[in-house]
């Protein structure tokens, strides 16, 4: 399985949408540079689908890249249907999904907007194994869903 980046989105500080920045490097054990979300713990790099964002823009919600705190938007994967362990590799770049779902900070704005978030449900989050450029229009490829 395999899919394409369609965003990288980083933020330099907690509890605001990130922006897309097109390109970013991931650094081992840390996580994008200069998104405020980085850190050694195992929450290192958000990824959700693009498709997910999709269905959630029918419903009339205008959202933009990087609008549920998400790192990386990749076309293409369903990541919360992979297991917790699954790796991905973009170009050099080796992830190890370590978490699925989370809580919204307070109510996230996009929650307190309108009733609902995806990123419980559908994001997922990545430790980075080995570091290096990502770019929108990279490939993420699925190497192993133990």
């Known amino acids: 399985m395999e899919g394409i980046i369609k965003a990288v989105c980083t933020s330099p500080a ?16 840390w996580g994008l540079e200069g998104d405020a979300h980085a850190g050694k713990w195992h ?3 958000s990824l959700l689908s693009y498709e997910k964002i999709e269905e959630f823009k029918a419903l ?15 076309s293409g994967v369903d990541f919360a249907r992979l297991p917790v362990g699954t790796r991905f590799q973009i170009g050099n770049v ?6 699925i779902g989370k809580e919204c900070h307070h109510g996230c704005a996009i929650a307190q907007a309108v009733g609902t978030c995806i990123m419980p ?21 699925v190497v192993s869903d133990r």
């Not at 907690?14 to 897309?20: E, L, R």
Request: glycine share 14%.
């Open 121 to 141: 449900t559908e994001g997922v989050f990545a430790r980075v194994l080995k570091g290096g450029p990502v770019r929108v229009g990279d490939r993420l490829v």
């Open 43 to 45: 929450r290192q790099v």
């Open 60 to 74: 009339g919600v205008s959202v933009k890249d990087g609008d549920f705190g998400e790192n990386m938007v990749v």
């Open 94 to 99: 080796e992830l190890e999904l370590t978490q």
């Open 14 to 29: 907690k509890g605001t949408a990130k922006a897309n920045v097109g390109q970013a490097v991931c650094v081992e054990d």
